[in-house]
């Protein structure tokens, strides 16, 4: 007998679905997606758990008659393709029946639907896939399509899902960033009976981008480009908001939410003279092309291909550019001068040196002395002491120990051991809180709002005494004592967005707050150091056991012996 045979259908099914379903937000994706295909002017999304125990859309869109709710769960139907050319030409999200069938498949989902035209609408139940219930029903006209104890089948795919608020954040974050392209539509999210969402259709597309970015409109400068079949529009940060990470970058093409490498290449091209290697800008772009688009690269539409990639690209670079020069944003020189030296936003972090004398050395280069230097120098006799411990570029302290050159990023160490005395303090129960004098409000993002409202517990436990303050507005009444480089107004939003993409299963949202914490509240790269905090830094860090690495895993220190050094110069 052969190896090779058929699968059974409800196997089948259910990779297929998996091919679609990879968490909650993508039943949401799907679900809201049709409701905006059906011309729905207010789209509510309930959730409980973080969409594991309950997901529940519902829209005033054109709704359906009880014969398409009945072709709409079955596979391969659709109202929007009638031939092959019609998928290369698609302006729509989705259609009824794309998805509904992977995710019947994997849950217990309910369609009520009604047509305006319709006197009766149609109640539709399935579980696992198939049809339990079929009947009619008094209902308003649209559709609400509610979903239950998704992947109650696949009990392997909900092992790999973070947790219930982490679950949540996603689906509050995607909705807000589809709320940036269809304005003209009322978005609505309640979770677990709370209302963490509510965006009105009068909001415009730039106070709508500022509240996901959570910074103030007037940072927020258009962009736009016009050519060749190629058009650009949307909104750019000012360089000072930029990030280490492209999570907020928002991509339209022809109003789908996507996630294209090479746009986002173009954006950090069209920034790169303002914005320091390493950091992204925080845009929103939306793209309409004219040529070619295949849409069909993935299986969630979450990616596109250009037939024109390359003036795709050219066109955002451009449309950048020319944001920040219409808008008076200074352009500054590359961050690889052309005379060796370096140049930057930053005077005290990119500085030019010259290595012709010592006794011109920048100030935050300066060698800094100190008898009683942990790194003492080995010198012959009666020449004068070399300096012995010095900080460089305001971010790396250099010296010598046991006769070998050491390189220690201050940072990476601090954190190392700012992490070290939070986990000692948390295991014997006595991490104390320093209370502010006067509490500091921030205002955060719902998603955000969502990630916190169910961990004040955890957030106390850590020295964290934080209170909900609003809608969107939490109060921080008192931080952790040893963490004294803390500043809520400045670390607490940075810590919170770092806590939300470590926490998952494995990390946990305790190791995920401990690493946010210590890395946010340590001595920072071009923090000048004296002589004085450099040796107790240093002191500290050899007596600690795990120190050649901080929490994330980045050395501390890079250490030559005097034998890599010969062979660097070749002796």
């Known amino acids: 007998m052969g190896k090779v045979k058929l699968l059974e259908k409800s196997v089948a099914e259910r990779i297929a679905a998996g091919e679609v379903i990879e968490r909650p937000v993508s039943v949401v994706k799907e679900l809201v997606e049709n409701s905006i295909d059906s011309g729905a002017s207010r789209i509510q999304v309930e959730i409980k758990d973080g969409g594991l125990g309950m997901i529940r859309v519902t829209d005033d869109g054109c709704g359906m008659s009880r014969e398409d709710v009945g072709l709409a769960v079955m596979r391969f139907a659709t109202s929007k393709i009638n031939e092959l050319e019609d998928i290369d030409d698609l302006y729509t999200l989705g259609f009824r029946g794309e998805a509904l069938p992977s995710i019947a498949a994997i849950s ?15 109640k539709l139940v399935m579980t696992g896939g198939e049809v339990m219930e079929e009947s009619g029903v008094g209902c308003s006209a649209g559709t609400m399509i509610e979903v239950r104890e998704l992947f109650y089948n696949t009990p392997a795919r909900r092992k790999f899902l973070r947790g219930p608020s982490v679950e949540a954040s996603r689906i509050i974050d995607w909705v807000q960033r589809m709320a940036l392209y269809h304005t003209g539509i009322d978005f609505q999210v309640i979770s677990n009976g709370r209302r963490s969402l509510s965006i009105p259709p009068q909001m415009d597309e730039r106070d709508r981008l500022a509240g996901l970015f959570s910074i103030d409109p007037e940072e927020l400068l258009p962009l736009e480009y016009n050519g060749e079949g190629i058009s650009v529009k949307g909104f750019i940060a000012r360089p000072q908001h930029a990030r280490k990470d492209r999570a907020r970058q928002v991509i339209f093409v022809r109003g789908r939410l996507i996630r294209h490498p090479a746009i986002m290449k173009a954006l950090s091209a069209g920034a790169e003279p303002l914005i320091e290697s390493g950091s992204y800008p925080l845009a929103s772009i939306f793209i309409d092309v004219d040529s070619d688009l295949d849409v069909n690269v993935h299986p969630t539409k979450s990616e596109v291909r250009f037939s024109k990639g390359q003036d795709v690209f050219k066109a955002v670079q451009d449309a950048v550019q020319g944001a920040y020069r219409a808008y008076g ?36 280069l300066e060698f800094m002395r100190d008898s009683q230097s942990l790194f003492p ?35 990476a160490a601090a954190e190392r051991l ?63 004592s040893i963490l004294d480089r803390f500043e809520p107004g400045r670390d607490f939003l940075p810590l919170l967005e770092d806590a939300m993409k470590e926490d998952s299963g494995i990390t ?44 994330h895993g980045r050395p501390t220190v890079v250490r030559f012996k005097q034998s890599d050094l010969e062979k660097m110069f070749k002796r």
């Open 108 to 122: 217990r989902m309910e369609i009520v639907t009604r047509r305006k035209e319709d006197e009766e609408g149609t």
């Open 377 to 411: 120098a080995v010198q012959p006799a009666g020449v004068e002491p070399a300096p012995t411990v010095w900080q460089l570029g305001g971010t790396y302290i250099v010296g010598i120990k046991d006769g070998d050159l050491w390189i220690i990023d201050q940072h």
């Open 329 to 364: 944003v200074k352009e500054i020189r590359d961050v690889r001068a052309d005379d060796g030296g370096y140049v930057g936003q930053e005077p005290a972090l990119y500085q030019k040196i010259s290595f012709d004398s010592f006794d011109q050395i920048p100030g935050n």
């Open 508 to 551: 946990g949202i305790e190791e995920a707050l401990l690493r946010s914490m210590a890395c946010h509240g340590s001595i920072r790269a071009g923090e000048l150091l004296d002589s004085r905090e450099m040796n107790r830094l240093l002191s500290e860090l050899l007596k600690t056991p795990d120190n050649s690495h901080c929490p």
């Open 418 to 480: 700012a992490y070290n005395r939070l986990r000692t303090y948390l295991d014997q129960n006595i991490v104390e809180s320093q209370e502010l004098l006067l509490p500091e409000i921030v205002e955060v993002a719902p998603e955000i709002m969502e990630f916190v409202s169910g961990r004040l517990e955890e957030f106390s436990r850590l020295g964290l005494v934080i209170e909900i303050f609003g809608d969107n507005t939490l109060l921080i009444r008192a931080v952790p």
